[in-house]
């Protein structure tokens, strides 16, 4: 092995040899265990989220794959529609044209040569993080089977009439031409305006102060030339005698009704609320309570077949509603409308004031334009029907979340479920599969073939395909089952359908997993006909935040991508990566300012292990976790920490008693082996439990501190001795040799490869055939290797020379002076101790004698350590400074001090004595009565010495 631990020097070597070799296929030969990588954007690139959520997915698969379960992990990418279709849209206006130009077929040409050229670039940084994914079955959600599979669910919903088509009000985007769902819509805090308008009352009417005119608010006045009403609270005294009558409609002049609705709050401005049903989803219901009608007043374009439209509502307003807008504001966008018809409100003397307000500003999650609400056909989804079978899997336990509290969150949303937009004015994505004949009655099919047979339609009937696509998260909704091969019942499907988890985070619940639940309940049926579910747990973990908690984005210039942190990157790059892009040149200097502070040197290169070590151990029960980058620093010495251990192994690892030979385990090889096996229980629990945050810390506890700092120094005197057995010397190789081994395939999901580059080295000399590590059988605790006398010995021992050792560290002594030790109240039990193990502690403690003192009997001025009731003293003639020593002793006497006043604490504190298990109680008196005790002795220890 190279001296040196290099991550470049063996990651995409051994990667691409697992993937030659097919290792990431199912193979195993027990039960079948499924994960399917929620989809990335085809357009995307690897963001830390990505790097947390397949270290996560990977470090579960490798799991059940060493524990033999015939796992698929099943890899692809989405097409996303609308982010893709945006980014050709934005390479074609840079030469001049735009998909116009080149229409609906050239327009596709073009994206699927985009993707075929760059579309691979997520599939490519997957495989830098390790993740050990089925490449042989990488799909894409535009791949024909999956084509396929959604056509097959949108006939079969619209045929149980789940899916129909109607119109209602959408969140319309006026830069992208396109509907979209409440859920990318995101509400942004702005300063705005609340305009207070003058509305003249019809017909003589007046208010109960005398007015002929009511004063309504609104925070977008180019939406009063679509007003259907006003609306007054059915309570408020003020306008009980209006309701019923009407108001002249500034500007436009047509009369709408005053109506009376519990939707209006009497204490919120003048209490009348002006309606506009086409153009606000509130409006929108209370037109439908009062039947009023809904004037649209912004621009379309319309196909050549009316019920098959081609949208194009960019926020202009139209040439007329009912023949009745003035002519002055047709044709204006809808700012622009908004300064002119306030300053022709302002010059009829209508414009009572304008104040300033707080707005929740709807903006498109891809745009950033704001959104408007504008009624149109569109086909739905009738998620009710739906959300209740879902609900009820959750509710008995066939899906259950990890952590539980995120059943709360999916049923609010799901109690609450709105009907579903799922059309979309693109051209990227799968085409509804709806035909329309001259009168705009709709057929739906697989196919035109289907529709015209079905229905007995000849070639004399015109028929056009509707020009709308499906909205990306109903193809994404198929994922467990469309990839499997569905609607055909393929082995695949019937093997590896429901899947086992389904690893997200919390923001996509709604967009992504309660729709999966749903689809695939309505579809997928079992044998019995009882629907399945696509998955059986949803591990919800946390979103990756900056050192400050603060959420990553460019504009923040906070954002890390895994892939710098694994290759490393310079500081001049990483300055140009972090500002690309950035408009405002104040904004880019303040993020190059910060990332110069942040990152004087660049980032080193840590590798992939190290990355996703950190990934592990940060991944705690759904919270959002604190990227910290020292943290990966010190998981990059972790992985050093192994390879120095394992080249000691290599060396000293011949004649390790493979072949049959006796050999003989000493008191340490005892102890490793039983810590050993409490290890491989406890990271097994706690992967088992989805806590792979208290499973990494047990490796790194065991790997660390007990074998490469404890165990390691322990083997050295057994292996160094000439004098000691040949089958003790075999049995400690022979130790040291097959625990690293099953250490390294304990740490495996979390480290593939370091583990893999080891142990290819280490598995001859275990006697061990195979040829990947990832095949290995993943390691069982045997409880009757458990020594608890041998971990009580060991224990004792480390006490002993950690004393000792902290001795020479605060008194200032050398490590290679020999030092003369008594040791006072020695037990028959400590006794026996130090007889047996009296070379080794001389050894590893540099000790020149060890003396025990009899009883009454004291040794010199000394410096002290406590082993239990047991004192080690050092005496410190020629080397002692007796006021070090006092300090010595004050700084401990102070720590114990506190250490008796916080459990005392918690033992005085009724709450605690009566909530917590008798276990847990005794253990703290236990605590209390040590530290007691301690205390005492260096009380005695601290006076002696101050008299000298």
């Known amino acids: 092995m190279d001296k040196t631990y290099q991550p470049h020097a063996i990651e995409t070597s051994w990667y691409q040899t697992w993937e030659s070799e097919n290792y990431f296929a199912p193979q195993g030969a027990g039960d079948a265990y499924t994960i399917m990588i929620p989809p990335p954007n085809v357009t995307g690139s690897l963001h830390m989220g990505h790097g947390f959520n397949n270290a996560i997915m990977d470090a579960l698969i490798r799991f059940r794959r060493m524990q033999g379960r015939n796992t698929l992990w099943q890899p692809g990418t989405d097409h996303a529609g609308i982010a893709t279709q945006m980014l050709v849209e934005r390479q074609l206006e840079a030469t001049g044209q735009n998909r116009h130009d080149l229409g609906r077929e050239k327009f596709l040409e073009k994206i699927w040569e985009w993707k075929d050229q760059s579309g691979g670039n997520i599939s490519r940084q997957i495989r830098r993080l390790g993740s050990s994914v089925d490449w042989s079955r990488e799909r894409f959600t535009m791949d024909d089977g999956l084509s396929e599979a959604v056509k097959e669910a949108f006939v079969r919903l619209h045929e149980d009439g789940l899916i129909y088509r109607g119109k209602r009000l959408v969140n319309w985007d006026t830069k992208l031409h396109t509907a979209i769902s409440d859920l990318e819509v995101e ?41 259907a009403a006003v609306a007054v609270n059915p309570e408020d005294e003020r306008y009980k005698a209006l309701i019923g009558k009407f108001v002249e409609l500034p500007l436009v002049g047509r009369r709408i009704p005053i109506i009376a609705d519990d939707y209006c709050d009497p204490e919120f401005g003048t209490g009348c609320v002006k309606i506009t049903p086409a153009h606000d989803f509130n409006d929108y219901e209370v037109g439908k309570r009062h039947n009023l009608p809904l004037l649209n007043i912004f621009d379309k374009n319309a196909a050549v077949l009316p019920a098959c439209q081609v949208f194009n509502l960019d926020g202009t307003l139209n040439e007329s509603i009912d023949g009745k807008i003035p002519a002055e504001f ?47 056909d569109q086909w739905y989804v009738s998620t009710k029907p739906l959300a209740e079978p879902a609900i009820a899997a959750v509710e008995d336990g066939r899906i259950a979340f990890v952590p539980k509290q995120y059943e709360n969150m999916y ?46 339609l000849g070639p004399d009937v015109a028929l056009q395909q509707d020009n709308d696509v499906l909205d990306t998260w109903f193809s994404s909704g198929l994922w467990t089952f469309s990839t499997l091969g569905w609607p055909q ?25 309660a729709r999966m639940i749903m689809l695939t309940m309505h579809l997928v049926k079992n044998e019995d006909g009882t629907p399945q579910v696509p998955f059986k747990t949803v591990y919800v973990h946390g979103l990756v935040r900056d050192g400050q908690g603060q959420k990553m984005s460019k504009s923040k210039g906070n954002v890390l991508d895994p892939l710098d942190i694994i290759d490393g990157i ?33 980032i080193a290169s840590y590798g992939t292990d190290a990355l996703r070590f950190t990934f592990c151990s940060l991944a705690s029960t759904g919270r959002d976790i604190k990227f910290d980058m020292g943290r990966v620093e010190g998981y990059r010495n972790f992985c050093n920490k192994i390879w120095n251990a394992a080249r000691y192994v290599l060396d000293k690892g011949e004649d390790c008693g493979q072949n049959g030979e006796a050999y003989e385990l000493s008191l340490a090889d005892r102890w490793i082996i039983s810590q050993l096996q409490r290890t491989e229980a406890e990271v097994t629990r706690q992967l088992d439990q989805f806590r792979f945050d208290l499973a990494a810390q047990a490796l790194y506890e065991f790997i660390w501190n007990q074998y490469c700092d404890w165990y390691l120094e322990l083997s050295k005197p057994v292996l160094w001795d000439e004098n000691s057995p040949i089958e003790r010397q075999r049995g400690t190789r022979r130790t040291l040799v097959r625990v690293l081994e099953v250490a390294l395939r304990l740490a495996h999901p979390f480290m593939p490869f370091i583990t893999e580059e080891i142990w290819q080295r280490l598995a001859p000399l275990a006697g061990i055939e195979g040829k990947t590590i990832m095949l290995q059988p993943w390691p069982v605790a045997n409880e009757t290797r458990i ?22 560290a605060e008194m200032n002594i050398g490590p290679g002076k020999p030092l003369a030790v008594f040791v006072k109240n020695a037990s028959a039990e400590d006794q026996r101790r130090l007889t047996e193990n009296d070379a080794l502690l001389k050894k590893l403690a540099k000790l020149e004698s060890i003396t025990v ?96």
């Not at 993020?591 to 990152?599: G, H, M, S, W, Y």
């Not at 605690?912 to 007691?932: G, Y």
Request: charged content about 30%; proline content about 3%; some cysteine.
């Open 787 to 808: 020594d608890e006398a041998a971990e009580s010995d060991i224990e004792w021992l480390k006490t002993l020379m950690m004393g000792t050792r902290n001795i020479r």
């Open 570 to 602: 310079d500081l001049e790059t990483l300055v140009q990566k972090r500002t690309s892009g950035l408009m405002q040149p104040k904004l880019a200097k303040k993020i190059e300012k910060q990332t110069r502070d942040e990152f004087a040197d660049g």
């Open 489 to 513: 019942q393929t082995e695949f499907l019937k093997k590896f359908h429901s899947t086992d988890v389904l690893v997200t985070g919390f923001d996509i619940i709604f967009f992504w997993v």
């Open 187 to 227: 509400n942004h805090d702005e300063k705005g305006f609340l305009w207070n308008l003058k509305y003249p009352l019809a017909d003589g009417a007046k208010t109960a102060e005398g007015n002929d005119y009511l004063i309504v608010a609104t925070t977008r006045p180019e939406t009063m030339l679509g007003d």
């Open 330 to 376: 047709a044709g204006l966008d809808r700012f622009e409308a908004r300064k002119q018809i306030v300053a022709a409100f302002d010059a009829a003397g209508l414009l009572v004031s304008v104040d300033d307000h707080g707005l929740k500003v709807p903006k498109g999650d891809r745009s950033g334009t704001i959104i408007e609400p504008w009624l149109t």
């Open 853 to 948: 003192l009899a009883a009454g009997a004291d040794a010199p001025l000394s410096a002290t350590a406590l082993v239990g009731e047991m004192e080690v003293l050092v005496p410190m003639a020629g080397l002692i400074d007796k006021g070090a020593e006092l300090a010595r002793l004050d700084k401990e006497i102070a720590r114990l001090q506190g250490e008796v006043q916080r459990v005392g604490g918690k033992l005085s504190n009724a709450a605690f004595v009566d909530k917590a298990p008798a276990e847990v109680i005794d253990k703290e008196r236990a605590k209390l009565a040590e530290a007691e005790q301690a205390l005492g002795k260096l009380a005695e220890q601290h006076a002696r010495i101050s008299s000298l």
């Open 411 to 456: 049923f609010s949303w799901m109690r609450d479920i709105q009907d579903w937009c799922i059309s979309r004015q693109l051209w990227w994505g799968h085409r509804i599969p709806a035909w329309y004949d001259e009168s705009g009655k709709v057929y739906v099919g697989r196919d035109e073939a289907e529709v015209r047979a079905k229905h007995n």
